[in-house]
């Protein structure tokens, strides 16, 4: 079929997207024209990490990263791959981009400009959400204020040269899944919004006469959970709630200006690795709390698979999620009508204490200086750690059912996972080499003179105060490489490590019998081994996604280990030196990103060469059977994998993994006399924290 026009010009209900980007630009290429051939009317580019945080295929932090997440970008070359074939300007393209999006918006640029395209036609969304980086996903690389600069220069670049691209899609869906109740959903996303329309206000680099032009290219991703009610509710109150802001704070007076436009991709945490069948159920129920709703419908679409609590989905399954929505736009009469909720005295009760709740956050953060200064403090992010850590102690308690989980367990046997090595996709280990060689090659062959003449002008436009969109972009025509170009502003503008979050949560809850049996045994076994257990949890490599890493830290705090986090985007090296300088009794690794066959071996072998082969290893992640039988032949002595929610009992069996290492009773004696302390491997002061945690 041919490739389909925007959905105002087809009179579509809405884009429907499937999320997509694996291994190579040319690989990716080829998934695209498949989706778009089966009816899919936007794409939706994912990005691997080490692209997202502004790094080359070859550089030591990409290690085990290229192409698990999504698709690498390094060069202008790449870009041409990835859109091969595929017009540009009758294309509607969405792009998951946020520290590097500024550079990703420009090789899309210059790809379109060899193609002849006409720039101003160009119709996309450049994700660009910097705060909600810094507070759920971790794919942040400079300071919050220069991450600004970046935002706000794109946006004024866009409104006058992109009039049809989304600069700015600020997005509250990885905020539910870091722990947001509806309410700090609302708050956190409008806070952000306020903060980026603020500063290009303030810029003066836009009229004020256009600047309702600016608002209309505001644009929202969202999440839709499962409680189809609260999140149907949740979008009518964002929508009224940004009608009221843009007309109030920003004198909007256009209606159109005014209009809440999001996107949505439903709720990817609620998706269980346990009864993976069931997630179809429940996609299907997230995505009619964000359509039946007329007057707060999205505009756009994209469903997860059903089986991404296993690993990377194959191409059926993304066919899967793409005919969920297909059946619901062509088969039924749900849109047909008015909305169906209006005058509903729940649904108005509903919405109105959201926006009283969202109404009174907001207020919090203006009170500290705003959305910036809220990240800066640690604020927003303690708010979420601990909502998160609320969560999990409802459904580990059984308070909140998940069906499957922890309720309704017993099971027949799934078809769909008869060969489990064969129900995901696993990218080529080969990939990255390809991805090495090919950028050695790149840099190679360019013109090398261009390529440092455009880096010395984005050095110096980035030390001034100028737009820094035209020497990005020069930067892309020259050949530059993604790592070049953030290279160049990490040493402009430094580069940044975001509090945790940690120290201000709280596990949530009264402690249950469990909780203290293991705080028990912590204790006693710290007793027989002379000092407080110490557990280190490192995050290596790009993976920022540290919602796991957070409760894993916090839960354990609260079972009473001293507990050592860092945050994200630790070397194997870094994590080695921490677990030496601190003399831990354990070291947990959570990696969620596939590249656990790479980095979980790099730190045992830093482990052993630093002389603590002594030290237990146990990860945490999206770990395949097959990789976590690996992961224990090669020394690692416990893997807990998504059906492992239970935190406390993880807690106890890192107790168990202590005690074997050091050859103690399965149990735990009762009045243990302590044993003389062991030798320290550092005299130095061990610290529990980092600073800002």
């Known amino acids: 079929m041919p490739f389909p026009s925007s959905p105002e010009e087809r009179d579509r209900p809405w884009v429907m997207r499937t999320y997509a980007g694996h291994s190579s630009p040319a690989e990716s290429n080829a998934l695209y024209r498949r989706n778009l051939a089966k009816g899919q009317t936007g794409l939706s580019v994912a990005f691997d990490l080490p692209t997202q945080t502004g790094y080359d295929p070859d550089d030591e932090l990409a290690v085990g990263e290229v192409g698990k997440v999504g698709v690498p970008v390094t060069h202008l070359g790449d870009m041409r791959a990835l859109f091969d074939g595929i017009p540009l300007d009758e294309m509607n393209t969405s792009m998951t981009i946020n520290a590097t999006a500024m550079w990703l918006l420009a090789l899309y640029q210059a790809v379109a400009e060899e193609h002849g395209h006409d720039v101003s036609k160009l119709a996309g969304t450049t994700q660009n959400d910097i705060i909600k980086e810094y507070l759920s996903r971790g794919t942040y690389v400079f300071p919050p204020a220069p991450s600004m600069r970046l935002i706000t220069d794109m946006v004024a670049y866009t409104v006058t040269t992109m009039p049809k691209w989304n600069p700015i899609n600020i997005c509250s869906y990885h905020l539910q899944e870091a722990g947001a109740t509806p309410e700090q959903e609302i708050a956190y996303a409008i806070s952000t919004a306020i903060a980026v ?223 489990l090595d064969a129900a995901i996709m696993v990218v080529d280990p080969a990939v990255e080499s390809a991805a090495q060689e090919a950028v050695k090659k790149w840099r190679a062959e360019r013109d090398q003179a261009a390529a440092d003449k455009a880096l010395d002008a984005l050095r110096e436009a980035a030390s001034s105060d100028v737009n820094l969109m035209a020497a990005t972009l020069e930067c892309a025509r020259a050949g530059v490489t993604t790592g070049e170009w953030a290279g160049v502003l990490r040493e402009v503008f430094g580069e940044y490590r975001a509090p945790t979050g940690v120290a201000a949560a709280t596990g949530g809850g009264e402690a249950d019998e469990t909780l203290t049996d293991v705080r028990e045994r912590v204790r006693a076994t710290g007793e027989e081994l002379g000092g407080r257990l110490r557990f280190l949890v490192g995050k290596p490599g790009l993976d920022g996604h540290s919602n796991g890493a957070e409760q894993i830290a916090v839960r354990a705090r609260d079972a009473g280990f001293e507990v050592i986090y860092q945050g994200i985007r630790l070397t194997p090296s870094q994590i080695v030196s921490a677990a030496v300088e601190e003399d831990v009794h354990v070291v947990g690794l959570s990696v969620l990103s596939g590249s656990h066959l790479q980095v979980v071996p790099a730190v045992l072998q830093g482990l052993k060469d630093a002389g603590l082969d002594d030290v237990p290893v146990v990860v945490g992640g999206i770990i395949p059977d097959s990789d976590a039988r690996r992961l224990r032949e090669q020394g690692v002595a416990r893997v807990f994998t998504p059906k492992d929610f239970g935190l406390t009992e993880i807690m106890g069996s890192v107790v168990d993994v202590i005690r074997e290492a050091h050859g103690l009773d399965d149990k735990v004696p009762a009045g243990v006399s302590p044993r003389p302390p062991a030798p320290r491997r550092s005299a130095r002061r061990r610290r529990r924290c980092s600073p800002g945690c």
């Open 197 to 419: 329309l603020d500063s290009v206000r303030d810029s003066g680099q836009v009229p004020q006469e256009k600047f309702g032009e600016v608002v209309a290219r505001i644009s929202f991703f969202v999440n839709a959970g499962v409680r189809f009610v609260e999140e149907m509710c949740k979008m009518r109150a964002f929508t009224q709630l940004w009608d009221e802001l843009t007309q109030e704070r920003y004198g909007v007076q256009d209606p159109k200006h005014r209009r809440f436009r999001y996107g949505v991709q439903v709720n990817s945490l609620g998706l269980t690795e346990a009864q993976p069948e069931n997630n179809v159920q429940r996609i299907v129920l997230e995505m009619l709390a964000v359509t039946l709703s007329k007057d707060a419908r999205a505009r756009a679409v994209q469903l997860p698979a059903w089986n991404e609590a296993l690993g990377l989905p194959r191409p059926w399954d993304q066919q899967w999620s793409l005919r969920l929505q297909q059946v619901l736009a062509y088969e039924t009469d749900l849109l047909e009508y008015e909305d169906l909720f209006t005058g509903s005295v729940v649904v108005e009760q509903k919405v109105a204490d959201i926006l009283e709740g969202a109404r009174a956050e907001i207020a919090r953060v203006q009170e500290m200086g705003g959305a910036v200064a809220a990240v800066e403090s640690g604020y927003m992010k303690g708010q979420l750690v601990g909502s998160l850590a609320e969560r999990r102690r409802r459904m580990e308690s059984g308070e909140d059912v998940v069906v499957g989980v922890n309720k309704f367990e017993t099971t027949e046997p799934n078809p769909l996972l008869a060969d």
